[in-house]
């Protein structure tokens, strides 16, 4: 198909880049929801039970750029095509598996997959919007399918799992992945490939293995102990394979990604703000969640019910955020949702007590969250974007993507470990009176269900105060965290006003931009 013919087509290829999108990312969020299930039915480990999670992000977060570059020089519509097979492939064995180690590494090549299928989507896009306006509508459609995807997880995982067994949380994938196939062969055009040139192998391996190293420092950092040896020496290593992959990448005639479009205040700026979206959006989701049900006492499909107010926000405002953009540049509008996103983790923080109404301050914090990510998505995406010549956007899609990881799997972390911090103490103070074992002491120190399990063991005499004991402890470790959050929400957009370019800036390609710069 000519190029021409494709931009012809592009807004019936729209819907399938977005329903690809919507299948990555909303198994990122569906198996949180069946944890309590996996616990029982596999006898899952609460370790066992966070590689669950983990293994597909790390996964698909260290493979992503290796996607992204794998597709601009072998073909975009191919690698995606070839990732959404695998996917399917590897969600039925997920629901097969009868172990917690056969489903950690299904996730895990479920994540891989992923990380071919997700960025061509955004590299296929930018090719066929050429015009700026349209880019940005398109980047606004595309952008609150994410948003949807985050809500769509739990309030479909919560329903399968009251009817089903967990196996159907992936089995779902099944139906997605065909009609994107089907429809991706029909209506995904095959652009014209880019020159061939010889492939990076050295920078696709050791930028993968740098970025997976990173990823898992971050995760396992909680766990071992931000300044255990075995965080830091992860952390060394992760650097210096990202510094050795620079120093090639300056030094090669044909790069995975030109390293030199990270000194271009645009490609940066924007790449920053979405890391700093992320953050906030998945730390704050992490909590939220449990507050939901250990805390309001909500059911596991209710919790995702009760998150459904901040998918139709993203749905309806992110392409509003694109447009808003058009008028009156990135620069206001990012930075204005990054200080929207702190507002609501501030509100978050201040008012989700035991005893906070739904309907008030809690539904606020999700609508200024759900706003101010729809600001940021698809202007920072397309600042990011728009910076890189045709050849790269699959490489700078994978950035975009990466970035997007790291900042969600660090919020999830950092967040996770404030809100330890307070909590962790507190319990042991209102558990302290009492001869509770040292092993369940130190359970429930870790884990609100572990500590509501404790408690359920108690007298009945104090069991009422003990619960209440926990949740406020709960709501003082989440008032620290999402005010944590909020300031580097504050960071980001200060980053952003700095930084991103106005309505009437240059915006250029990374070589027009270097040449005006020298």
């Not at 060394?236 to 990202?242: K, Q």
Request: net charge positive; with cysteine; glycine share 12%.
């Amino acid at each position: 198909m000519s190029d021409a013919r494709a931009r012809e087509r592009r807004w019936i290829t729209l819907p399938i880049l977005c329903l690809s999108v919507f299948l990555v990312v909303v198994d990122n969020t569906i198996v949180n929801v069946a944890l309590p299930s996996l616990s029982r039915d596999l006898g899952a480990s609460t370790s066992a039970l966070q590689w669950i999670v983990d293994a597909y992000s790390l996964a698909f977060a260290g493979l992503l750029l290796a996607g992204g570059g794998i597709g601009d020089r072998f073909g975009r519509k191919g690698v995606m095509q070839i990732g959404l097979v695998f996917f399917g492939f590897f969600s039925v064995a997920a629901s097969l598996s009868h172990t917690t180690g056969t489903l950690i590494a299904t996730r895990a090549l479920m994540g891989v997959a992923a990380a071919f299928i997700f960025p061509a989507t955004l590299a296929i896009l930018t090719s066929i919007f050429t015009e700026p306006k349209e880019r940005q509508k398109a980047l606004g459609i595309w952008g609150a399918t994410s948003g949807i995807a985050v809500a769509f997880g739990p309030i479909t995982g919560g329903a399968l799992l009251e009817h089903f067994w967990y196996g159907s949380i992936f089995m779902i994938n099944i139906p997605i992945v065909l009609v994107t196939l089907i429809g991706g062969q029909i209506l995904i055009p095959r652009l014209a490939p880019q020159a061939k040139v010889r492939f990076d192998r050295k920078g696709l391996v050791i930028s993968t293995t740098g970025v997976t190293l990173l990823v898992f420092a971050i995760i396992e950092g909680p766990a071992w102990g931000w300044a255990s040896s075995g965080t830091l020496l992860c952390f060394l290593g992760a650097a210096l394979l990202l510094g050795l992959f620079t120093w090639l990448e300056l030094r090669t005639e044909h790069p995975l990604l030109d390293v030199r479009v990270f000194t271009v205040a645009r490609f940066s700026a924007g790449a920053g703000a979405i890391a700093v979206a992320f953050f906030c959006l998945f730390g704050f989701i992490f909590l939220i969640t449990q507050y939901f049900q250990f805390v309001k006492g909500y059911s596991t499909l209710s919790a995702g019910v009760h998150t459904l107010p901040f998918a139709i926000v993203a749905a309806v405002f992110t392409p509003i955020g694109a447009v808003l953009a058009l008028k009156i540049g990135s620069r206001s509008v990012v930075g204005m949702g990054l200080l929207l996103m702190g507002a609501g983790l501030v509100t978050a923080g201040l008012s989700s007590t035991p005893s906070a109404a739904y309907f008030g301050p809690i539904l606020l914090s999700m609508i200024l969250l759900a706003l101010g990510l729809s600001f940021v998505t698809a202007p920072a995406t397309e600042a990011v974007m728009g910076s890189l010549a045709a050849h790269q956007f699959g490489a700078g899609a994978a950035v975009n993507n990466t970035t997007r990881e790291l900042g969600g799997t660090l919020g999830v972390a950092l967040v996770g470990s404030v809100f330890a911090s307070v909590y962790g103490p507190k319990v042991a103070t209102a558990l302290a009176p009492y001869p509770v074992p040292a092993g369940a002491r130190s359970a429930a120190e870790q884990s609100m269900a572990a500590a509501l399990n404790v408690v359920s063991h108690a007298p009945s005499a104090v069991q009422s105060s003990l619960i209440d004991s926990v949740d406020l402890a709960f709501s003082a470790g989440l008032k620290v965290a999402c005010l944590v959050a909020a300031g580097v929400a504050v960071v980001g957009a200060i980053a952003a006003f700095s930084f991103l370019p106005g309505r009437s800036e240059m915006k250029g390609t990374l070589g027009e931009m270097l040449s005006a710069e020298d």
